[in-house]
């Protein structure tokens, strides 16, 4: 049995952690630019290849390498050291660092083109950057929800037809019963890497797949499973995926405005001859980090009202709330999830309300 303050103690740790390496990430950047390496990289990107396009990925390239392998011990601990600690890590180093690597490409893989539009972008429109570049994220993103069960999971883990028919069938039934029709009921080996357990309803149109954590199947009740399941057809139902879409657009929008107007005040103070300059880019990440921060209470506040919305309708779904309480309290306690974290830690960084508070909310039902 884990205590409660056993889980409190992983998860104040790994908050310090995840601050102080953002807090760190925004003095390497500020460093970088302020004692003139930035300008340095950028004079050999250009002597490596005159284009500017080209030489922007090998600066980003670069200076990741060096930002990274500095944060690297942070990642190591946090990902690593921490999970082996508390006993939730199926890793040893080798698959750690596998891992990585595959992070590593498929961030390439998505975030390249993305970079090179934005520079089109920044070159083509200067300050008002931010509105094409908006359009872009928003198609964008359409277009990753709908490639993600299909293309970006298969990177990580083997994705095969859940060979459970009694908890298949029973999915199929809810969903049914929902109006929907199941393309896919899909099983994940999450444990290869953890021994956390979680379930989704992940992509658009034809693409979309229930997906269940072998570790969730191995470890609850068929009747628990459905209660999970429900919460996330819940989201399904309630337009969530699509909500979420289209705010997360007007938080682009409005995120990418806000930086683009301290980006150009940051250029004119470090001294930079256009906001184009390859060398003013990291004060451009350092905007929009700090925006991005600030603007994410507010997004943790809409995710955890949407959470709500998704746990009432599993229960008036299912008619089932013992059920859905003994798994929502089984995963709390198997992810090592702090069941009462403190009000103003709840209100910045989570993004699903607590397990005292759920529990709270589906009693009154």
């Known amino acids: 049995m884990i205590t409660d303050d056993k889980s409190k103690e992983y998860n104040r740790i790994k908050i310090i952690v995840s601050v102080s390496k953002t807090v760190l990430s925004f003095i390497l950047l500020l460093l970088f630019v302020a004692g003139g390496w930035s300008a340095r990289l950028e004079r050999l990107a250009l002597s490596l290849n005159g284009n500017d396009y080209i030489a922007l990925i090998l600066f980003i390239a670069f200076a990741g390498i060096i930002i990274n392998s500095i944060l690297l011990p942070f990642d190591f601990y946090e990902d690593y050291l921490l999970e082996h600690k508390y006993g939730l890590s199926n890793q040893n180093i080798a698959s750690w660092i596998i891992e990585k690597l595959k992070s590593l490409s ?28 908006g359009v872009v994220t928003f198609l964008f993103s359409v277009f990753l929800a709908r490639i993600v069960p299909l293309v970006i999971m298969p990177v990580f883990y083997k994705i095969t ?28 080996n999450m444990s290869k890497n953890t021994k956390k357990a979680n379930a989704a309803f992940t992509g658009l149109g034809k693409s979309k797949r229930i997906l269940l954590a072998d570790t969730l199947l191995d470890n609850y009740s068929p009747q628990q499973i459905i209660a999970v399941i429900a919460h996330e057809l819940g989201h399904y139902k309630k337009k969530h995926i699509i909500k979420n879409i289209l705010i ?15 980006y150009a005040c940051a250029v004119a103070l470090f001294g930079f001859d256009g906001i184009d300059r390859i060398a003013a880019l990291p004060l451009l990440a350092i905007s929009l980090g700090f925006i991005m921060i600030a603007l994410s209470p507010v997004m943790n506040s809409i995710s955890r009202k949407f959470e709500y ?28 999830a702090d069941k009462d974290p403190h009000p103003l830690v709840e209100w910045f960084f989570y993004s699903h309300p607590s397990l005292k508070k759920r529990i709270g909310y589906i009693k009154k039902l």
């Open 161 to 188: 037809p859940l060979d459970n028919d009694p908890v298949k069938d029973k999915i199929k039934e809810l969903f049914e019963n929902a109006g929907l029709k199941v393309e896919s009921v899909m099983q994940f």
């Open 309 to 336: 919305e998704a746990d009432e309708y599993a229960v008036k779904t299912t008619g089932n709330k013992e059920d859905f309480i003994s798994a929502l309290e089984a995963l709390s306690e198997q992810n090592l």
């Open 106 to 133: 498929v961030s390439g893989a998505i975030g390249i083109p993305l970079i090179l539009i934005f520079y089109w972008t920044l070159k083509k429109f200067g300050n008002l950057w931010w509105l094409p570049f």
């Open 248 to 262: 997360g657009t007007v938080f682009s929008f409005l995120s990418f405005y806000l930086a683009a107007e301290l």
